[in-house]
């Protein structure tokens, strides 16, 4: 029979009916304290929980801008159409999540939960990636903050039209004050820290060394802006940003994580110098059609695995 509870000796328990309301909790002078303690922990873990779910999306699509990147196969002042409208659409996105947690993160809090918000320094390679394929050049902390913050500001002020909408659904009669939109200065933005900047820096070695890699395998010569000889080309770029980290003093707050990005760095900035020093020095072995982009000619019959 259902709902009886039994011993460890299958004999069913003796039922005493219903159990008496618990007693009153006692309060005194200092529940008022431990209740207002819970409540802050309740609130830090729901906005470490949002700011997790927001820093993988953004991570997610920044490595999406990184991919549609890599397609380029020049150093120049426009990327191709298509690519550009992927990254724009990838941005707009970006802009909407920033701007979601914005709010969540200002004063204080940008730092508490910094661990939070590893997206950004995902954010900082795809940014800086994107101005040196442009540009080749780096850009510098503060204009990228720069950039961030608007990406922000650009984001709320696109919900903003939604919110005012949703205002106007509940009531009917909004003061004017409730729908008044805000200045872009007044809007709560995301800055980017010492540590995004130079973290995603770090990374930004790896998507160059991939890079590097592919134009040359495709054009037969180490991408330069330009095109042309005499310009500087990725090597040299590779050389004095390994340089300029190798200047830089030890963090103190994660030595690991800096050593590890350090070392993996320096491989990139070697793989690089070996590319190049192979195109100068074996470059007269490419075939003629190397300069056009050389494939193997699989039109025969004779190539290994084709049917006889």
């Known amino acids: 029979m259902s709902g009886f509870k039994r011993d460890r000796n299958g004999n069913a328990k003796k039922n005493d009916g219903p159990k008496a309301p618990s007693k009153n909790i006692v309060r005194n002078a200092y529940t008022p304290l431990f209740e207002g303690l819970r409540d802050e922990l309740e609130a830090h873990h729901d906005r470490r929980d949002r700011l997790g779910k927001a820093s993988r999306d953004i991570t997610a699509l920044s490595k999406k801008i990184i991919f549609s990147l ?5 150093i120049d002042n426009d990327l191709p159409q298509d690519i550009q409208k992927e990254i724009n659409t990838r941005l707009a996105e970006i802009a909407k999540l920033l701007a979601a947690i914005a709010p ?25 990636f994107a101005h040196y394929l442009k540009t080749q050049t780096l850009i510098g902390d503060d204009e990228l903050s720069a950039v961030v913050e608007d990406l922000a500001r650009q984001g709320a002020a696109a919900a903003a039209p939604e919110d005012e909408v949703m205002a106007d659904a509940g009531t009917d009669a909004t003061p004017a004050a409730a729908t008044a939109k805000p200045a872009a200065a007044e809007l709560p933005t995301v800055s980017l820290t010492d540590d995004d900047y130079v973290y995603g820096l770090f990374d930004l070695t790896g998507e160059m060394m991939r890079f590097a890699t592919t134009t040359s395998a495709l054009t037969g010569k180490m991408a330069s802006g330009g095109g042309a000889a005499d310009q500087r080309t990725i090597v040299e770029d590779m050389h004095d940003l390994g340089s300029f980290f ?22 990139s900035v070697q793989k690089v110098e ?8 074996r470059g007269s072995e490419r075939p003629d059609g190397w300069v056009d982009g050389w494939v193997p000619d699989l039109s025969s019959n004779d190539q290994p695995g084709s049917p006889e």
């Open 70 to 74: 890599q397609r380029v196969r020049k």
């Open 246 to 267: 190798e200047m830089l003093p030890l963090r103190a707050g994660n030595k690991i994580q800096w050593e590890k990005k350090l070392e993996v760095m320096r491989q």
């Open 274 to 281: 070996k590319l190049g020093y192979d195109r100068m020095i």
């Open 104 to 128: 969540e993160v200002q004063g204080i809090n940008r730092y508490r939960y910094s661990r939070s918000l590893v997206c950004l320094e995902e954010l900082v390679e795809a940014l800086t």
